[in-house]
């Protein structure tokens, strides 16, 4: 019987640093940190488990070498892998539905501590409408966060609710496909509060947008009319009809939209207390605003 040939091995440093350089060269936005999320989606462990892999086989090397390839390509990580972090949970992602992004974690923990108020007053359990839930993951991060939460969400995209109900489906989020004017008729008047990351890209901003971005995100995720505010009057509107009295709204805006995006809110006569916030690099991005 001929033996067989010794598997050949090459240390993780030293495939982090081939990997690092070739996204390094393609202009990835994090190549360190895309190497170590991709290796370790390959090798099937954590990103911190990588200290004790002792070493890369050839298939391992050629699965993550064909994944760089995509990744310097324009491909976001997330889709490589097909999962995205947010705040303290991982959802399912790929093509067809909006990818989470970091700064959406302060508009969430502004809510959450809003929650958190509700719950320890010990009145009842927080009522709360996500709208335009994509993948689910501000839902998911509510509800993992804030359990005594009653939390809904609605979503239009046939193919992000798909990303929705799977990724909600342990957690009790009550999900439906619609649109923002059709949802939790219901619900009128008793919503603690409503949140939503919607559409808010302009039209006339599709240069300014990254390749990355208008190639994989879903333009119904992104667009939102000519100065991109048509998704957030609609959700205005919606979010009167939702909220009980003294209820609060959190929606998520463009830097450019300081201004615009709050004025919604200000010119609807329903609101009030209507504020900007920033994010954890000084960007105002996410209003708030009561309902009177």
Same mark, same amino acid.
């Given at each position: 019987m001929t033996p067989k040939s010794p598997v050949t091995t090459v240390r993780v440093e030293s495939v982090l640093t081939e990997a690092?350089?070739?996204?390094?060269?393609?202009?990835?936005t994090s190549p360190a940190a895309e190497a170590r999320t991709l290796l370790a989606h390959v090798l099937g462990v954590s990103a911190g488990q990588l200290l004790l892999v002792s070493?890369?086989?050839?298939?391992?090397?050629?699965?993550?070498?064909a994944l760089v390839v995509r990744r310097a390509a324009g491909e976001p990580v997330q889709h490589l892998t097909g999962v995205a972090h947010f705040r303290t949970v991982s959802l399912a992602v790929g093509p067809g539905v909006f990818v989470p992004r970091p700064e959406t974690e302060v508009m969430v923990g502004w809510a959450i501590e809003r929650l958190q108020e509700l719950v320890a007053e010990g009145t009842r359990s927080?009522?709360?409408?996500?709208?335009?839930?994509?993948?689910?993951a501000?839902?998911?991060?509510?509800?993992?966060?804030?359990?005594?939460?009653?939390?809904?969400a609605c979503e239009l995209s046939e193919d992000a609710y798909?990303?929705?109900?799977?990724?909600?489906?342990?957690?009790?989020?009550?999900?439906?496909?619609?649109?923002?004017?059709?949802?939790?008729?219901?619900?009128a008047g008793s919503v603690d509060l409503v949140i939503s990351n919607p559409p808010y890209i302009p039209l006339t901003a599709w240069e300014s947008v990254t390749a990355e971005v208008r190639d994989h995100d879903p333009a119904p995720a992104l667009w939102s009319g000519d100065d991109g505010l048509d998704a957030?009057?609609?959700?205005?509107?919606?979010?009167?009809? +939702?909220?009980?009295?003294?209820? +609060?709204?959190?929606?998520?805006?463009?830097?450019?939209?300081?201004?615009?995006?709050?004025?919604?809110?200000?010119?609807?006569?329903?609101?009030d207390r209507v504020r900007d916030h920033p994010d954890l690099t000084g960007r105002f991005r996410f209003v708030t605003s009561r309902r009177i």
């Amino acid at each position: 019987m001929t033996p067989k040939s010794p598997v050949t091995t090459v240390r993780v440093e030293s495939v982090l640093t081939e990997a690092t350089d070739q996204l390094r060269r393609a202009g990835t936005t994090s190549p360190a940190a895309e190497a170590r999320t991709l290796l370790a989606h390959v090798l099937g462990v954590s990103a911190g488990q990588l200290l004790l892999v002792s070493g890369v086989d050839t298939a391992a090397r050629s699965a993550l070498e064909a994944l760089v390839v995509r990744r310097a390509a324009g491909e976001p990580v997330q889709h490589l892998t097909g999962v995205a972090h947010f705040r303290t949970v991982s959802l399912a992602v790929g093509p067809g539905v909006f990818v989470p992004r970091p700064e959406t974690e302060v508009m969430v923990g502004w809510a959450i501590e809003r929650l958190q108020e509700l719950v320890a007053e010990g009145t009842r359990s927080p009522v709360v409408v996500d709208a335009c839930t994509g993948s689910g993951a501000i839902a998911m991060a509510i509800v993992t966060e804030v359990p005594q939460a009653r939390v809904h969400a609605c979503e239009l995209s046939e193919d992000a609710y798909d990303y929705a109900v799977r990724n909600l489906a342990a957690t009790g989020v009550d999900v439906v496909a619609s649109g923002l004017s059709d949802a939790f008729a219901e619900l009128a008047g008793s919503v603690d509060l409503v949140i939503s990351n919607p559409p808010y890209i302009p039209l006339t901003a599709w240069e300014s947008v990254t390749a990355e971005v208008r190639d994989h995100d879903p333009a119904p995720a992104l667009w939102s009319g000519d100065d991109g505010l048509d998704a957030m009057r609609e959700l205005a509107v919606a979010a009167a009809r +939702w909220l009980r009295p003294g209820g +609060w709204v959190a929606a998520e805006h463009a830097e450019v939209q300081h201004e615009s995006a709050p004025a919604v809110f200000l010119g609807d006569g329903r609101y009030d207390r209507v504020r900007d916030h920033p994010d954890l690099t000084g960007r105002f991005r996410f209003v708030t605003s009561r309902r009177i």
